[in-house]
């Protein structure tokens, strides 16, 4: 593809089950990539935005965790039927979703 | 961590071996990330470099890849003993390395 306008990274990372850290793979983050990944061909826009996989982020406590670039926007505690709302919102209309996004003191 | 300056995505994607797209973690990505994280480390650079692996990035016939933001810079063809370059002229001197950038056709 070209060059994007926007990047959605989406943290995969798993974690065997009782791993202190968690991850957010187990918070059933492949449903979360695969909700974004309808949302942007839903509205077309595979060739205005990427979507990647990532392994961890940071933030685990505070997972499933999705990064946006430009802007290193991120959200947290992102659940799958948030993924439209974000395209939407951020994506689509250039809005943060202010409630949603990663604490200060974490990202 | 704090938001970074810049944020290093290196491709760890692996295929079964024979796959017709190849991957980048067949090309020894493991050892390309953990050279970028060394590179980070001896320069003091972890606060403010954020390094993570991902997924498929896209161009898989030009692997190993890394990616970088701000300005969704591809470089591909990457090598292990390359990461230093990259984080002296990329991260610190602020300069592309021209020559190493994924193709306008690929990204």
């Known amino acids: 593809m070209a060059k ?3 990047h959605i ?5 798993s974690r065997p089950e009782g791993h202190p850290r968690g991850s ?5 983050t492949g449903a979360l990539f695969d909700a974004f990944s309808q949302a942007l061909i839903q509205r077309n826009l595979l060739g205005r ?4 996989g ?3 982020l940071g933030p685990c ?8 670039y430009p802007g290193a926007v991120m959200y947290s505690w992102v659940e799958p039927q948030e993924a439209a709302e974000i ?7 250039g809005e943060l979703i202010t409630d949603r996004l ?3 003191e974490l990202w």
Chains 1, 2 share one sequence.
Do not use: M, R
């Open 4 to 6: 994007p306008d926007y």
């Open 9 to 13: 990274f989406v943290c995969v990372q």
């Open 24 to 28: 957010c793979g187990a918070k059933s």
């Open 49 to 52: 935005v990427a979507l990647t």
């Open 54 to 56: 990532t392994a961890c």
């Open 61 to 68: 406590q505070a997972g499933a965790n999705v990064l946006i």
């Open 87 to 93: 395209i939407e919102q951020h994506i689509l209309s």
């Open 102 to 104: 990663t604490p200060a």
